[in-house]
């Protein structure tokens, strides 16, 4: 039996621990006003004391359910290790706050098995050849050989339990899964992640990926911290490690603000703004020794601002854009020891190009050593950029190799009051 505690103030409160509870009777101490978020609600969460004590994500998310039916406030995550079966879900005018590398929250092991029937597009259930170890309540991944990745994917929540092997959930299929393309299903979700939401903040939080034991999600549909559709939200403070993906990543949503985090070791991208997200705000974060791009701006980025950031050591490339990315701004950027170009702009035709960018006081260095030793590659029709006041090129001892390698399609290219260090050559430019 859940018990009952009584405040000073004479109010009772329900204590959610290992079993969830998602009715309680609370009142309502005057809240400090949070950052961005108006006066509401506060809850506490912890391990052994708070509001509602648990160590796992129906704890946190009891909480977070609470504070958004009360339209808004803040939930405060007390210190210590919380385990997560699926994302803790952000919702509308609430704000979560954990306490910056002792708020931990640790993604549980993966579990994988292929489909015993056909899941068909738009249907609301799937069947699973082996259930065992899957309960309602996880966050899962459907795809096949076929449908594998980007949006293809399908993520949702199971919620309830039809038979032994047949699961609903919480959204419909994308797209259909076939047994014949080896459809599976797997546990695997964003840690934090936010569909569909407004005016929600997150700060403070430590992200365990549990890389060796997780499985990969794609981060169109997933990352240590995911957003999808959703509309001024901030996420400061916060550490992704570890995840089996993308560390940070942001879908077809406004005016994201994205400061002061560390994206590091994740397999994937380490900050994924993508999908037509527009007045996106990047700022004094580390992307630092993750499996592929360093940032990784992808389709239709529009009026974004990405400022003061450390982006070394990634495997990939460190800056990436291009399909419709327009009207950016780089600046003060440190972009160092990755493997592959310290900035590229993708291959893509005029109509598509990443027009109007301007990289102003970066330092970009000692970048490109599986690019033929270039600091910045443009290939394809990408009009209008500004480079300047940059210090571009290899450290004291070295000798790099191209400066800038610009496609002969670009046009208007401006290159003004650049320091080059250490190159063969600052300027390389295609013969038209």
Not at 232 to 239: E, Q
Not at 388 to 417: H, V
């Amino acid at each position: 039996m859940p018990t009952f505690r009584r405040y000073s103030g004479g109010k009772f409160i329900l204590l959610a621990g290992s079993t969830l509870v998602w009715l309680w009777t609370a009142g309502t101490a005057k809240a400090e006003k949070p950052t961005g978020q108006s006066n509401g609600v506060e809850v506490r969460v912890g391990i052994d004391d708070g509001d509602i004590r648990g160590s796992d994500n129906r704890a946190l998310q009891a909480a977070v359910d609470y504070a958004a039916k009360l339209g808004g406030g803040t939930v405060r995550i007390g210190p210590g290790q919380y385990q997560m079966r699926n994302a803790l879900i952000l919702r509308d005018n609430v704000h979560v706050s954990g306490e910056p590398g002792k708020t931990i929250l640790v993604a549980c092991s993966a579990l994988k098995t292929p489909l015993a029937a056909d899941g068909d597009c738009r249907e609301r259930q799937i069947t699973l050849q082996d259930p065992s170890g899957f309960q309602v309540g996880d966050g899962v991944a459907i795809y096949d050989d076929h449908y594998k990745s980007g949006f293809e994917v399908t993520t949702a929540t199971l919620t309830a339990r039809v038979d032994e092997r047949t699961f609903q959930i919480s959204a419909p299929l994308y797209l259909d899964y076939l047994v014949s393309r080896k459809a599976v299903c797997c546990r695997a979700f964003p840690v934090v992640g936010g569909w569909n939401v407004k005016n929600a903040a997150v700060e403070g939080l430590t992200i365990d990926g549990n890389q060796a034991k997780a499985e990969y999600v794609d981060g169109c549909r997933a990352g240590g911290i995911y957003l999808f559709e959703s509309d001024n939200i901030s996420v400061r403070h916060c550490a992704v490690r570890n995840y089996k993906g993308d560390g940070i990543s942001f879908q077809v949503s406004q005016q994201v603000t994205i400061e002061d985090c560390l994206c590091e070791n994740n397999t994937g991208l380490g900050i994924h703004p993508g999908s037509g997200s527009q007045h996106p705000v990047v700022r004094r974060n580390r992307s630092l020794s993750n499996g592929d791009d360093g940032l990784y701006v992808c389709w239709r980025v529009k009026h974004g601002r990405f400022e003061d950031n450390e982006i070394r050591g990634n495997h990939g490339v460190g800056v990436s854009i291009g399909h419709k990315d327009t009207d950016n701004l780089f600046r003060g950027n440190l972009i160092s020891a990755n493997a592959k170009a310290g900035v590229l702009f993708r291959e893509e035709s005029q109509p598509m190009g990443a027009h109007r960018n301007v990289f102003e006081s970066n330092r970009i260095l000692d970048n490109g050593a599986k690019e033929g030793g270039a600091s910045i590659v443009i290939r394809g029709h990408h009009d209008d950029l500004v480079f300047r006041k940059n210090t571009i090129g290899c450290p004291k001892g070295t000798i790099g190799g191209i400066g800038i390698r610009c496609a002969k399609e670009s046009n208007r290219l401006q290159a003004d009051d650049n320091q080059f260090v250490n190159l063969q050559k600052p300027i390389e430019r295609a013969v038209r």
